[in-house]
Structures are given as structure tokens and as C-alpha cells.
């Protein structure tokens, strides 16, 4: 098998050298993202891996005409791939399903961070102010906490959540048997009414965008704390400036905001931000603003790049694909 890499980080590549060699895979790797115009380089390949850029139907038929006969995204998500048509071209795509852990516990840091108004006190430190003013916390014990969304992430933030002796409600598409004796299974409105901290762990969809708007912050209660380590579009951002500016939002944790991917991954000192939602938020004291980095461990990495390269190979064998999300 001949596999393309599109996007390879230099921290990836000794992994993708790794598992080419332990699989058997001829690889070819590229440092930028697919577009109409490169997309060509796949002539001769069997299988391209990609991570998460867009991938258009214009794309997809250049890369069948080439002779690609899968796609792989080294991630959870695949909103940025174009499914109706990779159906429509007959090109299996799959996923990834890396350790949950990294995400989980990036998640259970940032509740903590945003209860105890860390930011501001890492800024204040480093302009030498070492008051107490305004920084007094709230402990995790006693706060109820509201999972949206209880996948493989989400259940791994519960498990994590467990510890803490916070009451832990949920809402989801399929609620999980094992988890019934730690949490309460709710509907979406009840979790809106009585969580201190909700935490969104839902793709990315036509139904689920903006999940979260300005009708339901206001069912929220008057300071409660979310957390988006999922994806951007569950929150209508503008909904979201408007309750931190009026109170009703006591603090945001974002690991992932709407219009990310023109900002997030780029070194920008020095140039004015075309992301005006973004700089907002970033100049709030009680926001805390990541560059989509939750899933960024070692782990993470070393599985996204081995079952890439095995999701391709079980495709062009005609085994059993158990990341595959179309056809
Ligand atoms: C995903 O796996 O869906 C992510 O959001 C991480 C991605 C940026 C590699």
C-alpha cells in the first residue's frame, strides 16, 4: 500500500516512520494542508491520511481520478470532510479513536482552572500583584456538574469527574448502563437548569450547531462555568460574549471557538487578529482561551498515526474497518 500523509508535524513523523516500517506501508509525507491545486500529488497512491482541513468534493474526485481508494483523518471529528460526496465517489473515510485520556483530562484541568480564576491569577503574578482580591474560588465537591454529550470523551471526563465527589448529570444520545450508578441521566433543559459547570462533548452537526445560544444560557444558572473542548460550533459565540458581558456567564473555558482554523495553529505575534469573537474573549479575565490543543499528548499522537495508517491498510485488504464512518 502506497499511503499519502498530507499535514505531517515533525512531531509526527517519527511516529509515522514507526508504524510504516511495523506495517508494511510504502509513505510518502507532505508538511501542508490538501487543496484543489496539490491535489494531485496523490497520483500513484493508494490511501491519503489527512488531519483537520477541508476536504471538498473537489478534492475527493481529483483524488479517486487519481486512483486514492481511501481516506483516513488522524482525528475524532470528520465535519471538515465532505461525506455525501465521498459516498457519492464510493471512498470509504474513517476516523481515529485515540486515547479519550488526553482530552478528558484537559478537560477536568480547565473546569479547575476556570473554578479557581487561575488566569488571573497567573497574570497577576507576573506583573508582581500577589493580592486575593476577586480570585476566592469555589471547590469542584460541591458543584453539580453537566455533561453534554457521552461518548468516549465524555464518559472519560465522568470517570475522571468521579473523584472530585461533584454530583454529575448527563445528557445523551445513548446513555451508557455502566455509568448509571454515578450520574443522573437528564434531559438537555433540566441539565441547563441546574448545572454550576456544563461541558460539551458532542460533535459537530447540523443539528448540534449552536446548541448552546442566547435561549438557552438564559434557562443557565446566573454564573455558571462552561467548557468547549469540543467543537466550536456548539456555541453561538456572539450568545456567548453577550452573557459573559451581562454576568449571567460566570466564566468560559474554550478549548475550540467558531472560525478556529484561520487563527489557531499559526504563530501571529505582531499581526492584528482577523478574529475579532476571539480577541473579545481573550481579553476576558474569567476566559480561558486554547488554541485547540486538548487532544496534543504524546499518547494521542502515537495513536492517531497508527490507526490512520492500519484504518487504510484494513480498507485496501478488504478487512474489517472498525474506524470507518460512511458506506
Ligand atoms: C479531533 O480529534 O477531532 C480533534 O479535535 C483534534 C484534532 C485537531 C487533531
Request: hydrophobic share 40%.
Amino acid at each position: 500500500m502506497k499511503l499519502l500523509a498530507y499535514n505531517v508535524r515533525t512531531d509526527e513523523s517519527m511516529f509515522f516512520q514507526t508504524f510504516a516500517e511495523q506495517y508494511g506501508v510504502e509513505l510518502h509525507t507532505l508538511p501542508y494542508s490538501p487543496t484543489l491545486e496539490n491535489a494531485g500529488k496523490t497520483e500513484g497512491c493508494d490511501a491519503v491520511s489527512v488531519v483537520t482541513t477541508s476536504i471538498t468534493k473537489e478534492i475527493l474526485e481529483k483524488w479517486k481520478a487519481s486512483g486514492i481508494r481511501c481516506v483516513s483523518t488522524r482525528s475524532v471529528g470528520f465535519d471538515h470532510i465532505d461525506i455525501e460526496a465521498a459516498d457519492a465517489l464510493d471512498i470509504p473515510v474513517s476516523t481515529v479513536n485515540y486515547t479519550p485520556a488526553s482530552v478528558a483530562e484537559y478537560t477536568v484541568m480547565l473546569i479547575l482552572m476556570a473554578l479557581r480564576k487561575v488566569k488571573t491569577i497567573i497574570m497577576r503574578g507576573s506583573v508582581q500583584d500577589y493580592s486575593l482580591t476577586s480570585v476566592r474560588g469555589r471547590e469542584l465537591r460541591t458543584c453539580t456538574v453537566g455533561i453534554i454529550g457521552a461518548g468516549r470523551i465524555g464518559e472519560a471526563v465522568i470517570q475522571r469527574l468521579r473523584g472530585f465527589g461533584c454530583e454529575i448529570l448527563v445528557h445523551t444520545l445513548k446513555p451508557n448502563e455502566a455509568l448509571a450508578p454515578f450520574v443522573s441521566y437528564v434531559p438537555f433543559e433540566k441539565l441547563l437548569q441546574k448545572s454550576d459547570v456544563i461541558s460539551l462533548h458532542a460533535p459537530a452537526t447540523a443539528e448540534t450547531k449552536h446548541l448552546i445560544g442566547q435561549k438557552e444560557m438564559e434557562k443557565m444558572k446566573d454564573g455558571v462555568v462552561l467548557i468547549n473542548a469540543a467543537r466550536g460550533t456548539l456555541i453561538d459565540t456572539q450568545a456567548l460574549i453577550e452573557g459573559l458581558e451581562s454576568g449571567k456567564i460566570g466564566a468560559a473555558a474554550l478549548d475550540v471557538l467558531e472560525n478556529e482554523k484561520k487563527v489557531f495553529y499559526k504563530d501571529l505575534k505582531y499581526k492584528v487578529l482577523s478574529n475579532r469573537e476571539l480577541a473579545l474573549l481573550q481579553s476576558m479575565p474569567n476566559v480561558i482561551l486554547t488554541p485547540h490543543t486538548a487532544f496534543y499528548t504524546e499518547e494521542a499522537v502515537s495513536d492517531m498515526v497508527e490507526y490512520s495508517i492500519l484504518s487504510c491498510k484494513y480498507e485496501l485488504e478488504g478487512r474489517d474497518n472498525p474506524w470507518r464512518v460512511n458506506g
